[in-house]
Nanobody, 121 residues
């Protein structure tokens, strides 16, 4: 089995910073794209940022210049550094990854359990 576990959520004031981390564990041969999504109350889950195994990144427009995604392929981790946080960034943040567990060319998409980020004064 494969698990994604997130760390680092919490309460922060507007303008503050938080760093989210996610570690994948279990039967892992390789990980393709890793990413972070978020879901605010009453809204659909949306992509925040994602990163390929080679390091190519993609961000939702509202986070460009404020958030930075990075990964460590040796440790099977992906991080999200969030700066200049705004109240509208408040949401549950979910880690996501496409993981190969041994079958050649076959990747399964996994989700973490989510971590709450609240931006409020």
């Amino acid at each position: 089995q494969v698990q994604l576990v997130e760390f680092g959520g919490g309460l922060v004031q507007p303008g503050g910073s938080l760093r989210l981390s996610c570690v994948a564990s279990g039967r892992i041969f390789s990980i393709d794209t890793m990413g972070w999504y978020r879901q605010a109350p009453g809204k659909e889950r949306e992509l925040v940022a994602r990163i390929s195994r080679g390091g190519s990144t993609q961000y939702v427009d509202s986070t460009k210049g404020r958030f930075t995604i990075s990964r460590d392929n040796a440790k099977d981790t992906v991080d999200l550094q969030m700066n200049s946080l705004k109240p509208e960034d408040t949401a549950v943040y979910y880690c996501n990854a496409d993981i190969n567990s041994g079958t050649v060319g076959y990747y399964t998409n996994y989700w973490g359990q989510g971590t709450q980020v609240t931006v409020s004064s």
